[in-house]
C-alpha cells in the first residue's frame, strides 16, 4: 500500500465522477476493498460522490478528515481482521467514533467470525487468498449479508 500515490488516486476517482455525471449518471457512488477501502472514505471526502461503502480499511489521516465528510457512508469490517492499524477492530471503531462525533450519516457494521478480505469469500480462488494472507474464512452468511446490505445501501441512496 505504500506505493500508492493517494492524492491522485483521489484525483482520478473525481475525474471518473466528474465523467458520469457528463454523461447521464444523476448519483454516483464508490466501494472499495482493503487499500480501495481507505481511498473510499477519502473519495467520500473529495471526490464529489453521493455515498461510499468502503470494506476493511481506514484512510491515513493526512489524506482524509472523518468530520469532512459530508455524504450516507456503509462501512463494513471484520471482528477477526488482524490487519493492526489499518483495518483490525479497534483501528475502525476508532474511525468510526470519530465519524459519529462528527455526525457524518455513517453505519459501520462488524462482521464477528469474518476477518479481512472477507468478500473475498464469494469464490473458491477467493477463499483461498483469504488463507494465504493469513485471514479467518468467513461464513458464508457473513459475506452474504453484507453483499445485501451493500445493495440496499446504493438502492436507497443513488436511485433517482
Same mark, same amino acid.
Given at each position: 500500500?505504500? #506505493?500508492?500515490?493517494? #492524492?491522485?488516486?483521489?484525483?482520478?476517482?473525481?475525474?471518473?465522477? $466528474?465523467?458520469?455525471?457528463?454523461?447521464?449518471?444523476?448519483?454516483?457512488?464508490?466501494?472499495?476493498?482493503?487499500?480501495?477501502?481507505?481511498?473510499?472514505?477519502?473519495?467520500?471526502?473529495?471526490?464529489?460522490?453521493?455515498?461510499?461503502?468502503?470494506?476493511?480499511?481506514?484512510?491515513?489521516?493526512?489524506?482524509?478528515?472523518?468530520?469532512?465528510?459530508?455524504?450516507?457512508?456503509?462501512?463494513?469490517?471484520?471482528?477477526?481482521?488482524?490487519?493492526?492499524?489499518?483495518?483490525?477492530?479497534?483501528?475502525?471503531?476508532?474511525?468510526?467514533?470519530?465519524?459519529?462525533?462528527?455526525?457524518?450519516?455513517?453505519?459501520?457494521?462488524?462482521?464477528?467470525?469474518?476477518?479481512?478480505?472477507?468478500? #473475498?469469500?464469494?469464490?473458491? $480462488?477467493?477463499?483461498?487468498?483469504?488463507?494465504?494472507?493469513?485471514?479467518?474464512?468467513?461464513?458464508?452468511?457473513?459475506? $452474504?449479508?453484507?453483499?445485501?446490505?451493500?445493495?440496499?445501501?446504493? $438502492?436507497?441512496?443513488?436511485?433517482?
Amino acid at each position: 500500500m505504500e #506505493n500508492l500515490d493517494f #492524492n491522485a488516486a483521489i484525483g482520478e476517482t473525481t475525474e471518473a465522477v $466528474k465523467y458520469l455525471r457528463e454523461t447521464g449518471s444523476a448519483k454516483v457512488g464508490v466501494v472499495g476493498f482493503c487499500m480501495g477501502g481507505a481511498l473510499s472514505f477519502a473519495a467520500a471526502q473529495h471526490a464529489g460522490v453521493d455515498a461510499a461503502a468502503p470494506f476493511y480499511g481506514t484512510p491515513d489521516p493526512a489524506i482524509c478528515d472523518p468530520a469532512a465528510i459530508k455524504v450516507p457512508i456503509q462501512a463494513h469490517f471484520g471482528k477477526q481482521d488482524t490487519f493492526k492499524g489499518f483495518s483490525d477492530e479497534e483501528s475502525a471503531t476508532k474511525f468510526a467514533d470519530k465519524l459519529k462525533a462528527a455526525g457524518v450519516p455513517a453505519e459501520v457494521l462488524f462482521y464477528d467470525r469474518s476477518g479481512h478480505a472477507f468478500m #473475498n469469500g464469494l469464490t473458491e $480462488k477467493g477463499r483461498a487468498k483469504i488463507k494465504e494472507i493469513g485471514q479467518t474464512e468467513p461464513p458464508e452468511e457473513e459475506v $452474504k449479508l453484507a453483499f445485501d446490505r451493500l445493495i440496499a445501501f446504493f $438502492k436507497k441512496h443513488l436511485s433517482s
